[in-house]
């Protein structure tokens, strides 16, 4: 059974007078956060605070890189060169980076967001775009990726680190692959259920699928999406159910 493992959220998505207000609770729950850098979320002053909130609470820093997509919170799939997704993935990651700086932080991992990150876990060519980019700007960066896919493999053989990621408040087929969020059942928003069904994945290595069966998961970290409205309940939820069955909840940073 697994003793230790990260749980992560998406922050610092406010954006204008547009306001996630959930960042500073969820701080102090967390492990590890992906921090907008502009392209899907954020904006220069909310991303700060962000990552000042999460240094203050000792918490890692991930670059939630994107598509260029704000108007659709980047999760529109893109077909976009792999010299410009490259230079994308820098561009987003070296700006994060300066405002970590000066937040007294900084980046240690990299997780793409939304679409991006759904397409380059089976392709390999948006895939291998993104992989360069990190490996252009610090080869020491940690990718963090889907459980079970292609793009885990990938990094591993160019030389990254990578952790393997499992979602708390989404539906798995039962091959293992995140369900559509354009279908029925796709998202959870119990408390209780996403706890419950995170215990069974650190301590059974698996979760119920959509249609009911068993299905095997291996993974570091854990992500409660911090755009849901129960996110914070369901972050303490995750974190208190986890701790009362002797499980530590601990940044992979520290591994």
């Known amino acids: 059974m697994i003793k230790t493992i990260d749980l992560n959220s998406d ?43 999460a240094q203050k609470n000792n918490v890692a820093i991930g670059a939630h890189v994107s598509y260029p997509d704000l108007v659709g919170f980047g999760r529109r799939k893109m077909d ?44 390999e060519y948006q895939g291998l775009a993104v992989i360069e980019g990190i490996l252009a ?14 793009i885990l493999k990938l990094a591993k053989e160019r030389g990254l ?37 995170m215990l069974q994945l650190v301590t059974e290595g698996g979760v119920e699928s959509i249609d009911g069966k068993f299905t095997p998961i291996k993974a570091d970290s854990i992500c409660v999406h911090g755009d849901s409205s129960s996110a914070l309940e369901m972050a303490k939820q995750v974190k208190t159910v986890l701790q009362q069955a002797g499980i530590t909840i601990r940044t992979f940073m520290h591994s």
């Not at 960042?23 to 590890?32: A, K, M």
């Not at 997704?85 to 900084?106: K, N, P």
């Not at 293992?176 to 959870?188: C, D, I, K, N, T």
Request: proline share 2%; charged share 20%; aromatic share 6%.
């Open 161 to 197: 680190r990578t952790i393997a990621e499992a979602f708390a408040d989404r539906a798995y087929t039962s091959q293992g692959e995140l369900v559509s969020r354009r279908e029925a059942g796709s998202v959870f928003h119990d408390a209780d259920l996403v706890a419950q069904r």
């Open 80 to 123: 976009i060169a792999s010299h410009e997704l490259t230079a994308d993935v820098i561009y987003q990651i070296g700006a994060l980076q300066g405002l970590a700086a000066a937040a007294g932080t900084r980046v240690s991992y990299v997780k793409p967001h939304g679409a991006l990150y759904n397409t380059i876990a089976n392709d």
């Open 11 to 53: 922050l610092g998505e406010s954006f204008g007078q547009w306001r996630m207000e959930n960042d500073e609770e969820i701080l102090e729950i967390v492990s590890s956060a992906n921090v907008a850098c502009g392209f899907h979320a954020g904006d220069p002053v909310g991303i700060l605070q962000t990552l000042k909130s």
């Open 137 to 150: 700007i610090d080869p020491k960066l940690v990718l963090v990726g889907l459980a079970g896919s292609k």
